[in-house]
């Protein structure tokens, strides 16, 4: 076998010295390096706006789209849409394991797995596409497609649907952040605790600060707050405006004794959110950005602009176990597995 | 004395419930609140996006660009540019401190300081403008500006020039933050370390890595290189293309025998550079990005697709004590006052 190399750059045709993910073209030749991992797909979980561009393009029409999709694959080698330059996920099971990681992973030939990286960076090759089902963004087809030693992955667990272990993956990270970063006494701040990854944050941040910590939980409106305090997975619960970042300060002071939080979670999805995040935290304090909304630029100046010395940090999807972090999560609290089967999948 | 907020939010004119930065309307009432200073402004450091902005729109006639900022100050009760919505900092000595902070702080009546805060919220009235001198974007005027309690200053020092001072004021959240993330024994990249920001963090980084740590610089070519070789700020110097995250990270592997960095220092002022600053840091490092032209999602996603598990911070412009580490640094390093003195006043 050839010799790959970490991250896939023996992969990319245009431009070259450029990493997968940023490259115009790359090889989707199946015949894999040493240290690849070669898939039989199932299907693919295009990325919600990426589908969302995809089907407007094609009028609806289900015929458009997967002429569209079989375009950019082979024009690209991996299915990245031009327009939002977005990716998703897939699943499938193990075809071959390249010679250097041979029994050096947790994987052999036949097991199940969703990739977590991006389509966006991942070698594909597609025979068929056999149905595409619009509603959920998914598209089941006959192909492969290549994983690189670099590559994160989970083995589908056999004690949860395929469809709920993907739908607690997409947001892996961030439960598995709130583990690191949250330690027992604290005080967390949950932004959009009522939300799909606020939950999980808000599930994770009670188990971590025990009895001596607080979780606050920010909701919209009397609904959510009555939804999100049935969950018990805050200690209380604050209904503010999050574009208003003194109404945000004001209630959380008042839920927490007058004090500043120590940490604060950014799980909203909308933009312009981030005084409301730095706002509540004490100095010396984390701001802790998951959301994909968020400006590097407002948050920089924002905490300069009002003098406060906090730590604040880019959401990485990444973190060491993500996966088996964010699975157990979900075994451990039934009420959190039961939301997630009525909401999301 | 009135009672103010901490955040200045008792002056927002339009819209209510937001803070004075975004504020399209504060008050310029020279009236102080309890918890205000009141300054005797000499002049404004127009920030650099804004003035070459107002000197485009004046088709550089220096009457042009007078009017035009009174009219924004008139209209905005601050200096804040409302096409690059950015503001400036401005020099001017203590006139008058609220009853709050009187003899609470380090401040007394007839000290010059510098405010670290943006002119973009600072409270403004301009009765004159004496000179505008356009070269290093400075407006000489008689005036007045409040600092709010949370407002950042610092002291002008004795011991240097205030243009001096103001160079490095200007990028103090940098060294100070690199004193805070950097222990000895480190090894640490500074990319774009022949900049401004990249020579203090430089010099500060080799100060606190110790005998056993390890600085490495990155230069974009020999020129760069062999000044910066010439200051001693780092033990290793690399010539690489900050866009091509491949060869940086090859070059500091090369440096640094055959091992990723603790922590990289983004001091670079271009964007698309966050995958080089990701991928020569090991799992569990630390990437710190000070570059304003750092993307949010780029560093998400590409930490992401790369599998790396590190912490990724964005630079706040503010920490504790930001002023005096960053003056002290230039006290205490004879080669960087002098590259300071001959480059940046």
Do not use: W
């Amino acid at each position: 076998m050839k010799k790959g190399t970490l991250y896939g750059t023996h992969r990319v045709i245009e431009p070259k010295g450029s990493l997968p993910q940023p490259a115009i073209k790359i090889s989707n030749d199946m015949e894999i390096y040493d240290n690849e991992i070669l898939i039989d797909v199932d299907y693919l979980n295009i990325d919600s706006a990426s589908f969302t561009q995809l089907k407007e393009e094609a009028n609806g029409e289900i015929e458009n789209i997967k002429t569209r999709i079989l375009e950019i694959v082979n024009q690209r080698g991996k299915m990245q849409n031009p327009v939002t330059g977005s990716g998703g996920m897939l699943i499938g099971r193990v075809q071959e394991i390249g010679s250097k990681l041979f029994n050096k992973i947790d994987l052999k030939v036949g097991d199940k797995i969703a990739t977590l990286v991006s389509l966006s960076l991942t070698p594909l090759k597609i025979n068929k596409i056999k149905k595409v089902i619009p509603n959920i963004d998914r598209v089941e087809i006959e192909g492969n497609a290549i994983l690189f030693e670099s590559g994160i992955y989970a083995k589908l667990p056999e004690d949860m649907e395929d469809t709920l272990a993907l739908a607690a993956l997409d947001v892996a990270g961030a439960p598995a952040q709130v583990k690191k970063l949250v330690h027992p006494g604290d005080c967390v701040l949950i932004l959009g605790a009522t939300g799909k990854s606020g939950l999980m944050c808000s599930c994770m941040a009670k188990q971590m600060v025990g009895s001596k910590g607080i979780v606050i939980g920010q909701a919209r409106n009397e609904n959510r707050a009555q939804f999100l305090k049935d969950t018990n997975f805050c200690d209380k619960i604050i209904i503010a405006a999050v574009q208003n970042p003194v109404n945000i300060l004001e209630e959380t002071l008042k839920a927490n004794g007058g004090k500043e939080v120590d940490i604060s979670i950014n799980c909203l999805s909308i933009p312009s959110v981030e005084m409301s995040c730095i706002l509540p935290v004490k100095d010396g304090g984390i701001v802790y950005f998951f959301s994909m909304a968020t400006s590097f630029t407002k948050a920089a100046l924002g905490a300069e602009g009002v003098g406060k010395d906090v730590t604040m940090i880019i959401g990485n999807g990444y973190t060491k176990d993500h996966a088996e972090i964010t699975l157990d999560l979900l075994r451990n609290s039934k009420k959190l597995r039961t939301i997630f089967e009525e909401k999301y999948i």
